[in-house]
Structures are given as C-alpha cells and as structure tokens.
C-alpha cells in the first residue's frame, strides 16, 4: 500500500513540475515585444549578444559622482578662501578668479545632486538585425515592459 502512495505522490510531482510554466524574465518579454515588431519583416534578429539594462534620468553613478565631487570641490574652496587673506592684491585676484570659476562648477554640481536618480524604463542594447544591411540596434521599453517606447 505504501508503494503505490509513494508511486502516486511521485507521479504527481512529475506531472505537476513538467506542466509548470517558467516564468517569464524582463528580458524575455522585451525580446518577445522586438520579435512581435519585427514579425512581419524579412529581417532575421539576433539577441546572442543582447543586454537588458535599466533606464534612469540620471544614472546613480553620475549622482553619486556629482556629490563626491562637489564635497571636494567645497573643501578646495573653502582652503582657497582661507589662503587669500595672506596674499598680496595681485595674487588674491589671481587666486579669486580660479576660485570663482570652482564656485561656478559647485552650482552646476548642486543643481545636478538636486535630481535625484528616477526609474523610467529599460533599454535591451545589442539586437542584432540581419537584413540587406546588418546593424545592431537598441530599443527603449516602458517601466513594466509592456510595449516599446519610440
């Protein structure tokens, strides 16, 4: 009696994980989204070398980067500030030009830090198009991949 239970149990799990469908990737549905745009195409597509990556209005990277350097660049301002009040005229507004030019680029900094990092879709790079003329081309797709974005 036990065998046949262990034999239903197992059948079952083998029925159950072979009708189980994968689920689908982001990536997936991007291509399955490029596929469907080029369906009526004689143009074959490659997806070997494709790459899905995330879309921001400004990467974190160039965020981080633009609050790391705008930290240095306020501690190089404020030594700047400190050394001129020893200088003679001349080399205090040699020192105040390059020091305005460094206040300069702090506010085109600030102004960068302000906009914070914001999520606004994906990109899948590297389709390959074989067609009279062969080209690689990326595509954009909104948030949730549910169509393209021109």
């Known amino acids: 009696m036990k065998k046949i239970y262990y034999c239903c149990l197992f059948l079952s799990f083998v029925v159950i994980t072979s009708c ?3 689920a689908k990737t982001d990536q997936d549905r991007a291509v399955e989204l490029v596929e469907a745009k080029y369906k009526d195409s004689d143009q074959k597509l ?3 070398n494709a790459k899905l990556d995330s879309l921001y209005n400004i990467s974190p990277e160039a965020y981080g980067d ?3 350097k705008g930290n240095e660049l306020d501690a190089t301002l404020a030594k700047l500030e400190s050394e001129i009040e020893h200088l003679s005229q001349a080399e205090s507004d040699s020192v105040g030009l390059i020091s305005a030019k460094l206040t300069k680029e702090r506010y085109h900094l600030l102004e960068l830090a302000k906009t914070k990092p914001v ?3 994906w990109q899948l790079t590297g389709v390959k198009i074989e067609a009279p003329q062969q080209a690689v081309k990326s595509f954009h797709f909104d948030k949730a991949i549910t169509k393209i974005v021109e």
Request: without cysteine; glycine residues 8%; proline residues 0%.
């Open 66 to 68: 633009s609050l790391a």
């Open 20 to 22: 189980h469908k994968k």
């Open 119 to 121: 999520f606004i879709g």
């Open 46 to 48: 490659s997806f070997d």
